[in-house]
């Protein structure tokens, strides 16, 4: 059980109403997080906002789930990893891929092009990023690419930390 009572969405400004409304939609991934962070209006607001450029930052949405599904892995968040894994699946990413990150094997036995984001995050999560990591990221995605990449991961981990803090991370 949530350590927050949702907020009542009657007490919100038209505009805020608008982003709960767009934030808790099932389709953000984190639909219950954001009904639980708009007890705070402007934080909720804000991470809702920084979600919004998130997703549209240039990273195909399989990129984008494979890097959440690995952030809820990593964070054993299994809220996270049951709202992710059904998106995931619709964006294109693959059962092997979806099974090696649940076992924790993954970026092993994946091909380069998928393993490639489980890696990068995975070191980002750890503080261990190599140059060698970074050079092989920008070399698919640029470094506009790369810092969308590091930015949605962490973007993942505070998601998943909230969901700890505010004891939302159980299915």
Do not use: C
């Not at 599904?69 to 709202?83: F, G, I, P």
């Not at 979806?98 to 092993?108: E, L, M, S, V």
């Not at 990591?133 to 470094?143: A, C, K, N, R, Y």
């Amino acid at each position: 059980m949530s350590r927050l009572q949702a907020p009542q969405e009657s007490k919100l400004s038209p505009e805020l109403q608008a982003k709960y409304e767009a934030a808790t939609k099932p389709a953000t991934g984190l639909p219950s997080t954001f009904q639980f962070l708009f007890a705070n209006p402007q934080i909720g607001s804000g991470l809702a906002g920084l979600h919004e450029a998130a997703a549209n930052a240039g990273l195909e949405p399989w990129v984008t789930l494979t890097v959440a599904l690995t952030v809820a892995h990593e964070r054993d968040n299994q809220a996270l990893w049951a709202s992710f894994e059904p998106l995931a699946r619709e964006a294109g990413v693959s059962d092997v891929v979806i099974a090696g990150i649940a076992a924790g094997t993954a970026p092993r036995g994946l091909l380069p092009k998928e393993g490639i984001w489980v890696h990068f995050t995975k070191e980002l999560l750890q503080d261990k990023m190599r140059d060698s990591t970074w050079q092989s990221t920008t070399h698919l995605v640029g470094d506009e690419g790369a810092v969308a990449l590091a930015v949605t991961a962490y973007y993942y981990d505070m998601m998943a930390r909230l969901n700890r803090t505010l004891d939302l991370d159980t299915a």
